[in-house]
């Protein structure tokens, strides 16, 4: 699966940021999708995922009550809207295909909080 995140950008704490991330090649509905970050000096780690018609979702502690996972599988699409952003979340978030990204990962957002 080839997937195309978007979205990122610099956004004030307590702002909100949606973003998306595109996917083509095999069949979308197919796939748990999700998505992890990554900050400077940090491994990547998991923020959310959901499961394939959209009807399950699974959040980080850190992140839940803030974040929202969804899909779209007519569209190919998954989305994670963030709200209430903090400092700490600043990382590069990237959406994955499958358990753990095994079927796929895209190539990354930047998401910068300012204080």
């Known amino acids: 699966v080839q997937l195309q995140a978007s979205g990122g950008g610099l956004v004030q704490a307590g702002g909100s940021l949606r973003l998306s991330c595109a996917a083509s090649g095999r069949t979308f509905s197919n796939y748990v999708m999700g998505w992890f970050r990554q900050a400077p000096g940090n491994e990547r780690e998991f923020v959310a995922a959901v499961n394939w018609s959209g009807g399950s979702t699974y959040y980080a502690d850190s992140v839940k009550g803030r974040f929202t996972i969804s899909r779209d599988n007519a569209k190919n699409t998954v989305y994670l809207q963030m709200n209430s952003l903090k400092p700490e979340d600043t990382a590069v978030y990237y959406c994955?295909?499958?358990?753990?990204?095994?079927?796929?990962w895209g190539q990354g957002t930047q998401v910068t909080v300012s204080s």
């Open positions: 994955a295909a499958g358990n753990n990204g095994s079927a796929g």
